[in-house]
């Protein structure tokens, strides 16, 4: 089976500008997630994707969003960049919401100038 | 809130000896426990995973251990050799009707040749 892809790999945006980034999760996993990955944050918790419904969100402001599409491809946009937005953006496919197995993506670099 | 404490941030060991990372969680609902290893400038990947009704799980030179009573679960890796070297992460899954995961924030192995 492929694995987790995301596209763009890399990125660069000004402040202000807006941002979407692309998953496709493993052929017939259901679930997506985000996790936005900082040398001093660690991996933290954007928002999880089921069955084109938002299951949960992590503390992340407003400008961070996400939708599901039927055939389970997640996209996350972010509006409004500040420089703290640069970061790794990593996007994880697992068959279920929750409790199995995750498997990540290679992950999307986005640096805000 | 819910949180995973993960230590110690930095483990350098000799080649040939083990190497534990201890991590703690704080909501006992929790009942899955991966653990992620990352090397530079790649996506984390899934190296072993513990589920709540189990006390220890090995995979080789890969063990993992749970204490439910205490909250915490560790991370022991024996005979290490330098491709262990890498960036390791714990993480809880919280599926009390959340279904998100918690990540620690990471241990830095260094395996000296």
């Known amino acids: 089976k492929a694995g987790v892809t995301q596209t763009p790999r890399y990125l660069i945006k000004t402040r202000g500008q807006q941002v979407t980034l692309s998953c496709s999760p493993i052929?017939?996993?259901?679930?997506v997630s985000w996790y936005q990955q900082t040398p001093g944050q660690g991996l933290q918790f954007l928002f999880e994707?089921?069955?084109?419904?938002?299951?949960n969100k992590g503390n992340f402001p407003g400008r961070f969003s996400g939708r599901q599409f039927s055939n389970s491809r997640s996209e996350m946009n972010v509006s409004t960049l500040e420089l703290g937005d640069s970061a790794l953006y990593l996007c994880?496919?697992?068959?279920?919401?929750?409790?199995?197995?995750?498997?990540f993506g290679p992950g999307t670099r986005l640096t805000v100038t | 809130g819910e949180n995973v404490e993960q230590h110690p941030s930095t483990l350098s060991v000799q080649e040939g000896d083990s190497a534990v990372i201890k991590c703690t969680y704080s909501?006992?609902?929790?009942?899955?426990f991966p653990w992620y290893k990352q090397e530079l400038g790649k996506r984390p990947q899934l190296i072993i995973d513990?589920?709540?009704?189990?006390g220890e799980k090995k995979d080789q030179r890969i063990a993992v251990t749970l204490n439910k009573t205490a909250k915490h679960f560790s991370l022991h890796i024996t005979e290490t050799q330098p491709e262990d070297s890498a960036v390791y992460f714990c993480?809880?899954?919280?599926?009390?009707?959340?279904?998100?995961?918690?990540f620690g924030t990471g241990t830095r192995l260094k395996v000296l040749a």
């Open positions: 993480a809880a899954s919280f599926t009390s009707g959340t279904y998100k995961y918690i």
């Open positions: 052929s017939g996993h259901r679930s």
């Open positions: 994880a496919s697992s068959t279920v919401a929750g409790g199995n197995e995750q498997y």
């Open positions: 909501d006992s609902a929790s009942n899955y």
């Open positions: 513990i589920r709540s009704n189990v």
């Open positions: 994707y089921f069955s084109e419904t938002q299951r």
